[in-house]
């Protein structure tokens, strides 16, 4: 089971938005609709802001959002604020009760 | 408003064994699946494992298999990671998680995690 592929990095101004891409292959991204993201501040527990691809938890502001695209999920914030300023994670099911993480991303508000 | 709780920081020798807890509270326990997930220092998110409480059946990451058991104590409402040979790679933050599921007409089908644990920093050092 390989780590799904993040950008390292992604930046943007404060109002701006950014997209964050996870690509795996077809037997994880591309083969169910189960891929959640996380957003993680050093020293506390991952949040979740996506699940099932698009949807999003109550209290989780609407600026998030999710989409995928055969092998490639995408994570978009959009009127970016610098409390976005953190490390986001994608994760997929990746078939027989297994699960996969994303490499990682950190967004950065210029 | 179900909430993880994990037990205590750990200092373990190479070779050792660690085992973590997580209690749940506000919920019903058996309902879900828990896994657990690790974070090497300047390292991501890495998933370990889960357990399936009510049949008490778990599966792992190819890389922890044979390494790693993970239980749930349905009368406790808490679910364990064992690891053993601690190596010095081992040191990590690990995080228990409720997975969330979806149901359609036919079946349900394991997918999020969430909530989370706060962490528990295993260190193994000689």
Redesign the interface.
Known sequence: ?S?LTQPRSVSGSPGQSVTISCTGTSSDVGGYD?V?W?Q?HPGQ????MI??VSKR?SGVPDRFSGSKSGNTASLTISGLQAEDETDY?C?S?AG?????????TKVAVL | QVQLVQSGAEVKKPGSSVKVSCKASGGTFSDHTFTWVRQAPGQGLEWMGRVIPIFGKASYAQKFQGRVTITADESTSTAYMELNSLRSEDTAVYYCARVGFYCTSTSCYDSWFDPWGQGTLVTVSS
């Open positions: 089971q780590a189960s959640s996380y993680h527990a991952p949040k979740l699940f099932d938890p994670y994760c099911y027989t009760y297994t699960w996969v993480f994303g490499t990682g």
